[in-house]
Structures are given as C-alpha cells and as structure tokens.
C-alpha cells in the first residue's frame, strides 16, 4: 500500500536571513526528495519539509546557512498547524477580508426562499456592515418532511443579491454532485455540521479553487475538527474558515452548548481564522447578541448570523433568526465591541 507522508519537520528561518538562504534550504530539499512548502511572514520565513523521516533525519538542515531552529511536527494535524505558518491566514474574497486584524460579519437567511425575501436580507444586512451574505440552498433538515432549499434556483437568487450589493456569497454544498452548481455561484463554500467528517466531500472541496467555511460536527473534537480542515488543505486549499457552532452536550436550554473554550483553543492551534456561529448555538434570537459579543471577545475572527424579514414565517430555523429590522442594531453593537479588540470589519 501506497504511503502518504505528512509534514514532519519545521525549519525556521532565522530573522534577517534572505531569500537566497531561503531558496536554498528548499532547494536542498528538494534534491533529496523532500517536499517543501514555504510560508513567508512579517518576521520569519518558515518552511514545513515532507518526507520520509529516516530521510529527513539525514539531511543537515541546522548547518544551512540562515536557519535559526529545526523542530518536528508533533500534531496530528500539520499543514492547519499554528507553527506551519509564519502568520495568521487571512481569508480574500471580492476584496473583503477575514482573519488576523479583519472580522467577518457574514450574515442573511437560513434558507433563501423567494426573490423578495432573499433580496430584502440582502439589501438589510449590505447596509449593516455585513461582509458576507449567508443563504441555504441545499438544506441538511432533520426532518425529511420539512423544507428541504431551494437547490439551483436559491443559487441563482443569491447571485442575484450579490450582483446588487456585492456581497460574496457564502451557501452550503452537501453533496459531491452539487459541486460544479454550487463552484459556480457561491464565493465560499460551506460544510455543514452534520458533513464535518465527511471525507470525500472534504477531499472535494479541497481540490476547489474557492475558500470553504467548515463548520464543527454536532459532536466532534477540537482535533477532529482539525483533523477534517488538514482533510481540505492536504488537497491543496488552504483557505479554510473554520467554524464553531454549537456541540451536543447534556443541557437544554439552549439548542447546541456554544463551546467558546474550542474558539480559545483553536486560535492557539491553527494558523487558520476561526468564527462563531451564535444562531444556531442559541437557537433562540434573544440570545443571539449575548453569544455573539463574548465570540467577539474570546477572540473568534468572525460571525456567521442568520436573519430574515420576517421570522415567523420562516420556512427553516425561525425562532433563531434577527429580524432584518433589527439587524443594524445588532451589527452596530457587534462593530463596536470588534474595534475594542483592536481589529475592523473586513
Ligand atoms: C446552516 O448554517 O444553515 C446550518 C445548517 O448550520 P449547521 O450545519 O451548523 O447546523
Ligand atoms: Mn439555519
């Protein structure tokens, strides 16, 4: 059976060493047979080295020119790792940002349903703030019976929006056959909680060219969070926006526990930007705002927020929507408590 090597080794560029030392670390690396991928940040330039590690344990790398430290890969996880890159990934799509000193507020209905209501959101949450525009088109209901999205014809509304506020376009793919109609309208694609190990799929969206919001399980681990996003980025996408939106635990007060210990946890552990997603932790909207200040203040890099024109007769997920009307405020509040950890809606 065929091996697949994972990063083993992390050789740090000393600060002030150049390009050419740089250059030719890799360049070494590359005559033995060793895979390098190579992060350049603010400060240093890091190099992650993949290979055999009876390989790699021969080669001098200490000796070259410029390096300042060799230390191994001790986690499971390796390219989503913090120390694999030298700063933390910002995420760019049509000119917004997410990640580092930008946050993103990405907000709009749990599932698009009609023209009116879908650009109504639209035209609430672009006057707001928002950065992203969020809608369902494919929907992961618990029931069968219950409204299921409206598939392609959803697509072509949001893109609809989009052409009128310019907001990207963040909508769930759930299946590999949806791949190329979802590729061609949304601007990130999302994974659902209930497709967070869904290998195959993660595999897919890791061969796309389009950044992926992956969502955390109902009851997945932190590692296994992690886990699946190294699934997205061993294909080669590494624009990952991880997601934590509530876990199974015994309580019942609200519908999910917002796990914002995982948010503290996961900024320490990936380079990769981490939001929250309050609506569907809550479950209710009087407790929207709340979860959503301490994710601001925990440290998450973002909100992903669902609200609709008129709740009550949402086809999904009603009680945990914001009235539009009441999203400006919301969105005020959230800016607010953004710029007093030091950063700016991107
Ligand atoms: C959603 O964002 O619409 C959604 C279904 O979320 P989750 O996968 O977190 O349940
Ligand atoms: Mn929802």
């Given amino acids: 059976m065929a091996t697949v090597h994972s990063p083993e080794l992390l050789i740090v560029m000393a600060p002030g060493s150049t390009g050419d030392e740089a250059d030719h670390v890799i360049a070494r690396l590359q005559e033995a047979g060793v895979d390098a991928r190579v992060s350049v940040g603010r400060e240093a330039t890091v190099i992650a080295a993949t290979g055999e590690r009876e390989l790699l344990a021969t080669l001098p790398l200490e000796g070259y ?163 699946a996003a190294e699934y997205i980025a061993k294909e080669g996408n590494e624009r990952i926006i991880l997601c934590e939106r509530g876990i199974k635990t015994f309580e019942t007060s609200t519908r999910f526990t917002l796990d914002l210990g995982a948010v503290a946890v996961l900024k320490h552990e990936t380079h990769l930007p981490v939001i929250v997603d309050p609506s569907h932790a809550a479950g209710r909207r009087d407790l929207v705002l709340p979860l959503a200040r301490a994710a601001v203040a925990v440290g998450a890099d973002g909100l992903i927020v669902e609200t609709h024109p008129r709740p009550e007769e949402a086809l999904s997920d009603g009680p945990q929507q914001i009235p539009t009307a009441e999203f400006g405020a919301f969105a005020a509040e959230v800016r607010e408590l953004v710029a007093l950890m030091g950063k700016q809606l991107g």
């Fill in 65 to 227: 020119p410029g390096v300042a430290q060799v230390l191994p890969i001790l986690k499971p996880y390796k390219l989503v790792a913090r120390e694999v890159s030298a700063d933390p990934t910002v995420i760019e799509v049509d000119g917004r940002r997410l990640g580092d000193t930008w946050f993103g507020l990405i907000a709009g209905p749990c599932s698009v349903e009609t023209r009116e209501q879908t650009l109504a959101t639209a035209r609430a949450v672009a006057a707001a703030g928002a950065t992203m525009l969020r809608g369902g088109a494919f929907k992961p209901r618990t029931s069968p019976y219950t409204f299921q999205g409206l598939g392609v014809d959803a697509l072509e509304l949001l893109e609809e929006a989009k052409a009128e506020t310019g907001l990207p376009i963040v909508t769930e793919l759930m299946d590999p056959r949806h791949v190329e109609d979802v590729l061609d309208h949304a601007d990130v694609i999302q994974i659902g909680a209930r497709n967070s190990q869904n290998f195959l799929l993660l595999a897919e969206v890791g061969r796309a060219h389009k950044p992926v919001l992956l969502k955390r399980g109902l009851s997945t681990s932190v590692e296994e969070l992690l886990m």
